[in-house]
């Protein structure tokens, strides 16, 4: 049988920058500067600088950005925080852990990110915050969406987690709103060797409360000026981290032209194929075709040795966790539609075009028309 085709591929990028990677990991142990400090610090500036934004602050994971982003706003209890369902649990996670209510919303058809008309709707006197996911890599309409919510007076946090690198309408993820969350979990386009995070934003109001609230409230050691949390960047992770941004560009180019070979490849298949805006750079996190018959194709290529995978299969309005919110299967039919017939397919940037065929052909065979692949 021939050798399995990962999801993702973590091994193979660190055998092209593994020295890079040793060396800064000697680095910091060198140092032994473990907590904050200038890896961290290096790091944020840099990462700023990427997204194009005045300010970053390194947070423990992306979950903890989303948390502590909402409580530097002032999000809090009585609040409602309008989201999409069609996301990992994080997004919404960081709503409840303010005491704040997620408010779900549907998609829209062709980005699966949220639906401007939708968000509309949903705003009422609670809404305190809007919380656009940029699902897959794609960014969110953040044209309509931001107009909406200067009309409304209502926040704008991007939950970036998937879109390190993508741009809309010419301006990277992380100053498309107030401000950007990100996961750098290992295996984001700029994943850390553990779990790790950031808040970017041009508002110094907002990045420092979060670097009081991710330090236990202090500036000085001793002297805690509010509540806060232990939710610091580790600082192995940022220089693991600084050590692979200079690739980032490199690794989203390779993304963008498998993707289009994906799309060329597949084209004419029983398949719906991703469609990208024509505002955005897609950052291609994940390569998401959507079938009817997804779980018979998922079974079919884990069979041949393809890691492909499911983002997500049952949509957060949907879950146990948020029963207690009232939703019902149909309240979100395109979310609903997306969550039951999405497949993510094999994509890293050191997929080679022979991986890729493979894929192809037996996503072909599967559907009988084995002469479309290759």
């Avoid at 069609?86 to 919303?105: N, Y």
């Avoid at 969110?140 to 919510?149: E, F, G, K, V």
């Avoid at 200067?150 to 926040?155: K, Y």
């Avoid at 991703?274 to 018959?293: D, F, G, I, M």
Wanted: net charge negative; with cysteine.
């Amino acid at each position: 049988m021939a050798q399995s085709i990962p999801l993702a591929d973590l091994q193979a990028q660190y055998q092209v920058i593994g020295e890079e990677i040793d060396a800064a990991i000697r680095r910091v142990i060198s140092k032994s500067s473990f907590i904050l400090g200038p890896e961290v610090a290096n790091f944020e500036q840099a990462f700023a600088a990427y997204c194009g934004a005045e300010h970053c602050a390194g947070v423990s994971s992306g979950t903890a950005a989303l948390e502590l982003a909402l409580r530097a706003m002032g999000v809090g209890t009585g609040d409602e925080v309008i989201t999409v369902a069609h996301t990992f649990i994080a997004t919404a996670e960081a709503i409840s852990a303010v005491g704040a209510t997620p408010v779900f919303v549907d998609v829209d058809p062709h980005s699966y990110n949220l639906a401007p008309e939708a968000f509309a709707e949903a705003i009422n006197a609670r809404t305190r915050a809007v919380m656009p996911v940029h699902l897959y890599g794609q960014p969110a309409d953040m044209t309509r969406i931001n107009r909406i919510a200067r009309e409304h007076g209502i926040r704008v946090i991007e939950d970036a987690a998937q879109a390190h690198g993508a741009t809309w309408q010419g301006r990277r993820a992380g100053v498309l709103g107030d401000a950007a969350c990100f996961s750098f979990y290992p295996g984001k386009n700029l994943g850390a060797y553990g779990d790790a995070g950031a808040v970017v934003t041009n508002q110094a109001e907002i990045v420092e409360q979060v670097r009081l609230l991710r330090n236990h409230g202090r500036r000085a050691k001793y002297l805690h000026e509010q509540i806060g949390f232990g939710e610091r960047l580790d600082a192995l992770q940022a220089a693991i981290l600084g050590a692979k941004l200079p690739h980032l560009d490199d690794w989203i180019e390779a993304r963008n032209r498998l993707a289009a070979r994906y799309t060329s490849l597949l084209a004419d298949l029983e398949l719906e194929l991703p469609q990208v805006a024509e505002e955005a750079r897609h950052a291609w996190h994940l390569y998401v075709v959507r079938t009817p018959r997804r779980d018979e194709m998922l079974e079919h290529l884990h069979q041949h040795g393809i890691g492909a995978g499911v983002h997500y299969p049952i949509p957060l309005h949907l879950q146990p966790a948020y029963a207690e919110l009232g939703y019902r299967k149909g309240d979100l039919p395109m979310t609903e539609t997306v969550a039951d017939t999405c497949l993510s397919l094999p994509l890293y940037p050191e997929m080679t075009e022979e991986q890729q065929d493979r894929v192809v052909q037996c996503i072909a065979e599967f559907v009988g028309q084995p002469e479309r692949a290759a």
